[in-house]
Every structure is written in C-alpha cells, then in structure tokens.
C-alpha cells in the first residue's frame, strides 16, 4: 500500500522513510506542506498519509481540513505527527479530520500497529467498493458503476478530442438457453461469454452488465472502424466458443448480436446520445437475423 510521508526535518523524514520501507509499504516523500498536498490532490494519490503537524507552506491540520471538503473517490487515512501532547492539541488535530494521532519522538511498534489499523479500514472500504460496483455474477462492472466511469471518460475524450466508441452486446435467444438447461446453465453461459468479452478487448477498454443478458463496453481511443473490428472479433470468439455444461461432457454454443456506435473528436456527443445509437445499431441486429455487428452512421 502507497504510503505519503510527509516532513520538512530531513532526518526525521528518513527515520520514517526506513522504517515504513521495512515494513513493506510504498512510500512517497514530501519534504513541505505544499508538496504534499500537491501529491495528494493527483489522481494516484496515496490511500495513507503521515503527516507533520508543523510544516512549511501548510500545516498538517490545514491539509487534513482540506482533504475532507474533498469529494475524494478513495478514503485518505491520515496520521498525524507532532510533538504536541497536550490533550486540547490532540483534539484539534482529530477535528480538522486527521484519523490519528502519534506524539514525537514516536514508538516503532506504536506507529506500525496504527499503519496497520489504517491499512486494514483502507482495505475494507475497498472490498465495500469493490462489491457495490462489481456484477455478483459476472465480475464486471455494474451497470450503475460502468455509466458513472463512462462518463468521466466521456468527458475527457471531448476535452482532449480524441475518439471513443461503445459497444452493446446481446445474447441470442436467451431465454431459450434458460427455459431448455435451466438458470444454472444461463448464468454459466452469461460467465463464458463475459470472460470471452474482457479477453477480446484492450488493456484500457471496460465493460460492464448492462442488463439481463446484455453487456456494454466503452472503448477510448478507438474510431469506429476500431470499435467494429474489436466487436466483430468479439462476436466470431462467442459464435466459435463450445460452453461446456455442468455435466462435463456436453456443451452448448450460442451467438450474440452487436450494436457499435462512436464519437469523432470535433462531434461531441452525449452519453445518452451514445448509449441510444449503440441500441439501435443492436436493434437492427437482431431484426436483421442476430449474430451481426451493425455499426450506427456517423452523424
């Protein structure tokens, strides 16, 4: 875990410096109070910081105050770290936010047992994360999860005008799958065909369950002949996938339908804009007889 260390006593940085690094944390030093908060406001900020109460350019209790006006992504545990011990000290400090507090000169096994507490609440928050943004089933992104990082990636497409494309995926006669093998085969088919979607896209491509056997995928960087060519590789690796069953020894073999649509970086589009022509495109898939990939026109 990425650790921020922060403290204009060079010698009391390198103490700390040691020993973190010897109890396996990644650190990052910062050797005034601006420097620090300018790493704590980067988008790969630290999940833990210590902080020293008395720094130059700002204050420990002043970054902490600042932190917690934040509408941060990710929980940024702070330790504060100061010679003052007086009670009335210890209280401001936990009130401009600070989660808690070691007095100099610190204790070794004190200050890596409150790491550790941090660590573990810092852990648990992103299981919780973890869990109410991931589809139980398939692993991907939750529908709620997926709009809210496709908008941000919307957004800074059209800021750097740069191309983005999107795919909606539907399986083929579902319901079919269900009521002939039953739910269990349908979710192990929804399982198959998910992992076959994350193998055949990008490194920086993600994808989410739109719905009950529909699947959505946001692509940034690539033009619509990009988007096409990732979706009809997609649609070739389901049609050509043999899903075994429960029973080890049949399989079965489905198809899906594909709607693509894009974004030019000089026609800015919303999201719902987007999200519209991909389900047409899909719409006309199946309409013209499934396992297709129709790519919406450009307007």
């Excluded at 936010?97 to 070794?108: H, L, M, R, T």
């Excluded at 609440?121 to 994360?129: D, S, V």
């Excluded at 799958?177 to 998910?194: A, T």
């Excluded at 894009?262 to 987007?274: C, F, G, H």
């Amino acid at each position: 875990m990425k650790v921020l260390i922060a403290d204009d006593d060079a010698l009391s940085r390198k103490i700390l410096q040691d020993a973190l690094l010897e109890w396996g944390y990644d650190i990052v030093v910062a050797r005034d109070g601006k420097e620090a908060w300018t790493i704590l406001e980067r988008a790969d900020r630290p999940n833990m910081a210590v902080l020293d109460w008395m720094m130059p350019g700002m204050y420990g209790v002043e970054i902490c105050s600042r932190l917690r006006t934040l509408n941060l992504t990710n929980y940024i545990y702070v330790i504060l770290l100061t010679a003052k011990n007086k009670r009335e000290d210890i209280i401001k400090g936990l009130e401009s936010g600070a989660d808690d507090y070691v007095i100099k000169p610190f204790n070794y096994e004190e200050l890596k047992l409150r790491l550790k507490i941090g660590r573990r609440i810092i852990e648990l928050e992103q299981n919780i994360m973890r869990l109410a943004n991931t589809d139980y089933l398939t692993g991907l992104l939750n529908r709620r999860a997926f709009l809210k990082r496709m908008t941000r990636e919307l957004e800074r497409c059209q800021r750097e005008r740069a191309h983005l494309g999107i795919i909606i995926m539907d399986i083929d006669q579902f319901k079919q799958i269900n009521d002939k093998y039953g739910h269990q085969v349908g979710d192990l088919v929804l399982q198959e065909v998910s992992a076959t979607l994350v193998n055949s896209c990008r490194g920086y491509d993600f994808s989410g369950r739109y719905g009950g056997e529909e699947f959505i995928l946001c692509l940034p960087g690539a033009d619509k002949w990009s988007t096409y060519q990732i979706a009809e590789r997609m649609r070739s690796s389901i049609e050509c996938q043999k899903i075994l069953l429960p029973d080890k020894k049949n399989y079965i073999k489905v198809t899906a339908s594909f709607g693509v649509a894009a974004m030019l970086p000089d026609q800015p589009k919303s999201l719902d804009e987007l999200i519209k022509q991909a389900d047409d495109a899909l719409y006309q898939a199946k309409n013209e007889g499934r396992n297709r990939v129709i790519m919406c026109p450009l307007n």
